[in-house]
């Protein structure tokens, strides 16, 4: 069959086999490799899409195409293509569009373009990866990859004409997240948590009012491989409940308080857990002083490596500023100086080189409110001391945790926020960073820190992402 076609194709073309190639013609110009003649047709490239023509590998310079999106003529010269529409018809460009995209950009995050507009004009964008599209404002991908940085470009079409090229270099930056395995527990909120060396443990916690209430704990170690990050530890003491301050001195876990019957009862008890002990017997009623009032909720829960610190919130008829230290030494609670803010709970509080901070939360009885105070304790003088506020959204937040120098709080829409104690001088300074939670947001869920880096658990939905400053 081959031999055939090579027939028909010799009986129906002259060719001159020369140093120059003619078809239909057996004196080709000698200023030409290849003469093509014909009355009757024309020469007819390879028709290719931008998309095509753009996923030709290594193209030579001088490769001809017809492109199908333009309907042009385009040839390659050694670093791009070229469109030669405009030269072959005498027409007006477009002004040319303003390139942008949402900057700043992490793994993770979507990557958006976007072109200012062009009266009456479409749109070509082409970029790394094969990447075509003609919307004005494209997204690239919802889950930007470090190969999605590159050159974009774009340009605007009206009228027959194009404008010129205009490129956007677009830069992603590495994401300072990784996601760990889910928290076994299944879903809740009013979750508690603490840490106790190189291990977090969160437990507790409802499913509304209403719903059930929890006493099991769970062991979170970072540093396990993946599917084995969890281990189950002994159920908290007590009744089920939810909203139970918690905080970690030494090799010791504590939780207090807390609520549970539909919301309507207050546990006053404080239980201490020892994770050195075998299974069955690693919490204990009996080794930690209870506290000395009862308190449904307290969203002042953390530790200075030497006392617990518990406070505010509200019992069972009122918001509540009151503020106390337990000594695990001497096994009891100190009435502190009370915290100066408006009284409200679901606040944010951490511990930064000796000092407390603690500030933002809401207002839920005698009318609601939310705040964006923030407030400095120093516990060897038992004072408060205001700092810069908030800038971002009041009201309670999702989680927080303090790493080293500084500490994070990261809005219940998701947003990540650093703030520097010694900032904006000595009164404090925020400063949101550009890789948000990459996470569904939530208010109050568990933040812990582990090791120089800190863990958001999502009790809610189970995820849970480690941040690296």
């Known amino acids: 069959m081959q031999v055939l076609w090579i027939i028909v194709f010799l009986l129906t073309v002259k060719v001159s086999f020369a140093q120059h190639v003619g078809i239909n013609t057996a004196t080709p110009d000698p200023s030409a490799v290849l003469e093509l003649k014909a009355s009757d047709a024309g020469f007819l490239p390879p028709r290719l899409t931008t998309a095509q023509r753009n996923a030709i590998a290594s193209p030579a310079e001088g490769l001809i195409i017809y492109n199908l999106d333009t309907r042009c003529l385009n040839f390659f010269n050694g670093t791009q293509w070229i469109e030669t529409c405009a030269?072959?018809?005498?027409?007006?460009?477009?002004?040319?569009?303003?390139?942008?995209?949402?900057?700043?950009?992490?793994?993770?995050?979507?990557?958006?373009?976007?072109?200012?507009?062009?009266?009456?004009?479409?749109?070509?964008?082409?970029?790394?990866?094969?990447?075509?599209?003609?919307?004005?404002?494209?997204?690239?991908?919802?889950?930007?990859?470090?190969?999605?940085?590159?050159?974009?470009?774009?340009?605007?079409?009206?009228?027959?004409?194009?404008?010129?090229?205009?490129?956007?270099?677009?830069?992603?930056?590495?994401?300072?997240?990784?996601?760990?395995?889910?928290?076994?527990?299944?879903?809740?909120?009013?979750?508690?948590?603490?840490?106790?060396?190189?291990?977090?443990?969160?437990?507790?916690?409802?499913?509304?009012c209403a719903g059930t209430h929890y006493r099991d704990f769970y062991r979170l170690d970072p540093a396990a491989a993946s599917g084995s990050q969890w281990v189950q530890v002994d159920d908290a003491p007590g009744p089920a409940r939810a909203g139970a301050g918690s905080f970690a001195v030494g090799t010791y876990g504590y939780t207090v308080g807390g609520l549970y019957n539909n919301c309507n009862t207050q546990v006053l008890k404080a239980y201490r857990f020892d994770p050195s002990q075998p299974p069955g017997s690693q919490w204990s009623d009996t080794d930690a002083a209870d506290h000395p009032v009862n308190r449904m909720e307290a969203f002042i829960n953390l530790s200075d490596g030497t006392y617990g610190y518990y406070g505010l919130g509200r019992t069972a008829g009122a918001n509540v500023n009151d503020f106390r230290r337990y000594d695990p030494v001497a096994n009891n609670w100190t009435t502190l100086t009370a915290y100066p803010g408006n009284i409200s709970g679901w606040n944010a509080a951490f511990h930064i080189n000796g000092r407390l901070y603690v500030g933002l939360g809401e207002r839920w009885m005698g009318g609601t409110a939310s705040y964006n105070s923030w407030y400095e304790y120093n516990p060897a003088a038992n004072t408060w001391a205001a700092k810069t506020s908030f800038p971002g959204p009041a009201g309670s937040q999702g989680a927080y945790f303090a790493i080293g120098d500084y500490g994070y709080v990261m809005t219940q829409a998701g947003a990540f926020w650093q703030f520097d104690p010694s900032g904006n001088a000595g009164n404090g300074s925020w400063v949101q960073l550009p890789c948000n939670y990459p996470g569904t947001s939530a208010w109050n869920i568990v933040g812990l820190t582990i090791n120089g880096k800190g863990y958001i658990i999502n009790t809610r939905n189970g995820a849970v992402w480690e941040f690296t400053p």
Do not use: K
């Not at 009228?159 to 527990?185: E, H, K, M």
């Open 87 to 208: 030269s072959l018809s005498p027409c007006v460009a477009p002004p040319a569009p303003a390139p942008s995209y949402n900057s700043p950009v992490c793994e993770n995050m979507p990557l958006e373009l976007a072109a200012t507009t062009v009266a009456g004009a479409t749109y070509v964008w082409t970029g790394p990866n094969g990447f075509y599209s003609t919307a004005q404002n494209p997204q690239v991908t919802p889950l930007a990859q470090m190969s999605h940085a590159g050159t974009y470009s774009v340009r605007a079409y009206a009228a027959g004409c194009y404008s010129d090229i205009q490129d956007l270099t677009v830069t992603l930056l590495p994401t300072p997240w990784r996601q760990l395995d889910n928290f076994p527990g299944g879903a809740r909120d009013l979750a508690s948590g603490f840490t106790i060396g190189d291990y977090g443990y969160v437990g507790m916690g409802r499913n509304g």
